[in-house]
């Protein structure tokens, strides 16, 4: 059974910074492209980055390009997401999840498995 356990969610004031982890377990995903998400109460779940398999193929949804970073580790099949310069609303439910293929995707409906959401919270 495939299991993603996202941590390291929490409070944090404007400007500052956090670091998500998301650890897979059940089956190994080293070839499959893998992404974090975020949903915000009354809003649609949206992209926030996705990684290639060997994380030489980045993408970022532009409301956190210069300020988040994603990167991965194969030999513990985890992936990370930095967050850096947090603003109020970066607030939101954050989601991490992994594709059937090795191709990135900012599509929620390409995701397979997904972990059940760690909450950030910027107070301004």
């Known amino acids: 059974q495939v299991q993603l356990v996202e941590s390291g969610g929490g409070l944090v004031q404007a400007g500052g910074s956090l670091r998500l982890s998301c650890a897979a377990s059940?089956?190994?995903?080293?070839?499959?492209?893998m992404g974090w998400f975020r949903q915000a109460p009354g809003k649609e779940r949206e992209i926030v980055a996705a990684?290639?398999?060997?994380?030489?193929?980045?993408h970022y949804a532009g409301s956190v390009k210069d300020r988040f970073t994603i990167s991965r580790d194969n030999a513990k099949n985890t992936v990370y997401l930095q967050m850096n310069s947090l603003k109020p609303e970066d607030t939101a439910v954050y989601y991490c999840?992994?594709?059937?293929?090795?191709?990135?995707?900012?599509?929620?409906?390409?995701?397979?498995?997904w972990g059940q959401g760690t909450q950030v919270t910027v107070s301004s």
């Open positions: 999840a992994v594709r059937n293929t090795v191709l990135v995707s900012d599509n929620p409906g390409d995701y397979a498995y």
């Open positions: 059940g089956r190994t995903f080293t070839i499959n492209a």
């Open positions: 990684i290639n398999w060997n994380g030489r193929n980045t």
